[in-house]
């Protein structure tokens, strides 16, 4: 029983990190919240528009799992500038060096609270 | 000799299309290149010195306060994490229908930029600023030493006047407090007890809020804004309030 519960949270993990991803053979899109709100990865822009395989980065650079690289440690931007997770191709070479175009992959707190379908609450003095 | 009117009605072709060898030639002739016309054979110009300072009369030698608070900071580097905006809520107590510091965002087309950029702003605390003229009962007040635009909130009625005053929306009513609240740099919380930083520049991650002394040359915010490789700006430079916080990128 215990297991089936810890089964169904993992799921109830996966869905909530995944959001409104519109998944077809990929992943959709990824919002990262740890350690900061919030970055976007699109699989439909790596696999369906650049043409990366799976392989590309699910080959020991991240895994099969939403959040699962949020769990570890060193998902750092230190981490990839060291050629770590998105630091493999955001190099400079492959991809544009991760310290640089902060908010491409940045889409912050007003981002992912339109990704969740979140209005901002409004200041009261507008 | 074309005139500027003639300029003023021609399209700008955008700076990315200018080398940035022939942008740093101007700079460091003390001149800013503003527009590209005419497939790069017109250049517009302005003085450097308007464009990076904000009291461009007094220029470098006239910071009138000490320490002359300031902050400069890096829009590019702005990620919208909004830990500043945590941070100064839970230290400044501002509720969640107000804030003090707030971060902007805007799509963006340049070639180097992205899709968007996000533009964290505050009060400006103006040299000369509208909101302390427009206070009808002078509940606020530009602090004489260090120059931050204060609130006596035992002063203010709740008229609003200063909310219109100031051009940078900087402004919200506390209803607990029933009284007008706004960005003093931390000083309550934490400048008048010896915290070098305000709470937004201390919880920035990403190094975007850089606060200092605009009257100490070997402050990092001062060596900041007086170089000439990089363009500084502030905003609304036109409600000609002399604002202390100042804006670059790199």
């Given at each position: ?126 | ?63 009138p306060y000490k320490p002359h608070y ?53 009060c400006?605390h103006c040299n000369?600023p509208?909101?302390t ?5 002078r509940?606020t007040y530009k602090d004489p030493v260090n120059g931050i635009v204060q609130m006596n ?29 706004k960005c003093s740099f931390?000083w309550e919380?934490?400048l008048s ?51 202390n ?6």
């Open positions: 029983m215990k297991n089936v519960t810890i089964i169904c949270l993992l799921l109830a993990g996966v869905a909530l990190v995944a959001g409104s991803a519109t998944a077809g053979d990929h992943g959709g899109d990824i919002h990262f919240t740890r350690p900061v709100e919030a970055v976007l990865f699109s699989h439909d822009i790596h696999v369906d528009q650049l043409g990366f395989d799976c392989d590309s980065c699910h080959d020991g650079l991240f895994e099969y799992e939403a959040g699962a690289a949020e769990q570890n440690g060193d998902f750092t931007m230190e981490s990839l500038y060291g050629g770590g997770y998105c630091g493999a191709c955001h190099d400079g070479e492959t991809a544009f060096a991760s310290d640089t175009r902060c908010a491409t992959c940045h889409e912050g707190v007003k981002g992912y609270n339109r990704a969740l379908g979140k209005t901002e609450t409004a200041a009261s003095h507008h | 000799m074309i005139l500027k009117k003639e300029l003023d009605m021609s399209r700008n072709e955008g700076l990315e299309n200018l080398g940035s060898e022939e942008r740093r030639h101007f700079l460091k002739m003390g001149l800013v290149v503003t527009g590209l016309f005419a497939g790069g054979t017109l250049l517009s110009l302005s003085s450097g010195a308007r464009r990076v300072f904000a009291s461009s009369g007094e220029f470098a030698e006239k910071y300031s902050m400069l900071i890096h829009v590019d580097r702005c990620i919208d994490c909004e830990r500043c905006k945590k941070a100064c809520a839970k230290t400044n107590h501002v509720p969640d229908y107000g804030y003090r510091t707030t971060i902007l965002e805007r799509d963006v087309s340049g070639a180097l930029a992205g899709k968007r950029e996000f533009v964290p702003v505050l400006n000369l509208q909101c003229r427009v206070c009808p009962t509940a909130k035992s002063k203010c009625i709740g008229c609003l006047t200063c909310q219109m005053g100031c051009p940078y929306n900087a402004r919200y009513f506390n209803e607990e407090q029933m009284a007008v609240d931390c919380s934490r007890k010896g915290e070098a930083l305000t709470a937004c520049a201390e919880a920035c991650p990403a190094g975007v809020r850089i606060f200092g002394d605009l009257s100490d040359p070997n402050d990092k915010v001062y060596r900041g804004i007086h170089q000439i490789e990089k363009t500084v700006w502030v905003l609304r430079p036109e409600a000609g309030t002399k604002p916080i100042f804006y670059t990128r790199g």
